[in-house]
Structures are given as structure tokens and as C-alpha cells.
């Protein structure tokens, strides 16, 4: 088959992105991923209930943002990190759930930073259904057996 530079051209450039792309593939997720223990602290559990300022549903892991009264009456704005939408979602929880102005109490860890944020491991809403959000199954949330 006789095809024009032009083509030939084009062809070896697709292949060579084909092949470049599936060796590359395996550490993609791998450089972009992070392990637990090296942004939250296990020996500093979070106990926290406050109001929801925003969720933000997103891969690899979905956030939370929501205020917490203060001692002193004044009021934080948090964060927590949560596990994938998709992961969530087969737990049962939604982002409808955690609408602005919903209820929400959270256990999970602390950055390691100090920080307002963490990682979450168990929420749970106004009307009683608690979730687990976490992906890091080694971690129970705090106060658990």
C-alpha cells in the first residue's frame, strides 16, 4: 500500500501516542494518589458537628466544608476530606444530602498541619443515617472499638 507522507505521517504519530499513552497509564494514579498517613494524624481524632457551607463532589476524593461554633461563640469554617462520589454513592449518601444549611457531625483525623481540615470518616445527617466516607479502611473512627 503506497500512502502519502502526509498520511504516514499521521499514522506513526497516532501509534507512538497510542503506545506512549498504555506505558504510561499504570503511573498516572499512582504519582497522583496519596497515602493517609501522610497528611492526616491518627493520634489526633476530629469530633466535630456544625452546619454545611459546601460540598464539592469530585475524583479522586470529595470535600466537605462546614462551620463549627467555637467555644468562644465565634464560628470556623472546616474541611474534611471524603471518598469518591461514585463510592459514596453506593453508600447511600448524595451530595442533595449535604445541601448548604444542613446538619452534619463528623469523626475522623486532623491534618497532620494543624489546619481546619481533615479526613472524615463517619458522617452523619440531621435525621439519624450516618455513612462511612473514608476510604482508608485501616483507620476506625474515633471513640470506635
Same mark, same amino acid.
Given at each position: 500500500m503506497n500512502l502519502p507522507h502526509e498520511a504516514r505521517r499521521r499514522i506513526r504519530a497516532a501509534l507512538l501516542s497510542a503506545v506512549l499513552c498504555t506505558a504510561l497509564a499504570p503511573f498516572g494514579p499512582a504519582v497522583a494518589h496519596h497515602a493517609f498517613a501522610a497528611e492526616y494524624d491518627s493520634s489526633k481524632p476530629l469530633d466535630l458537628s456544625g452546619v454545611v457551607t459546601k460540598a464539592r463532589w469530585a475524583n479522586p476524593h470529595s470535600w466537605l466544608y462546614f462551620d463549627v461554633k467555637e467555644a468562644d461563640g465565634s464560628e470556623s469554617n472546616w474541611g474534611v476530606e471524603l471518598g469518591a462520589p461514585n463510592t459514596l454513592a453506593l453508600k447511600g449518601l448524595q451530595k442533595s444530602d449535604l445541601r448548604a444549611g444542613a446538619q452534619v457531625h463528623i469523626k475522623g483525623y486532623r491534618s497532620k498541619n494543624g489546619g481546619l481540615f481533615g479526613y472524615a470518616v463517619t458522617l452523619q445527617l440531621s435525621d439519624g443515617?450516618?455513612? $462511612?466516607?473514608?476510604?482508608?479502611?485501616? $483507620?476506625?473512627?474515633?471513640?470506635?472499638?
Open positions: 443515617r450516618a455513612f $462511612q466516607t473514608g476510604g482508608a479502611q485501616d $483507620q476506625p473512627a474515633p471513640g470506635s472499638p
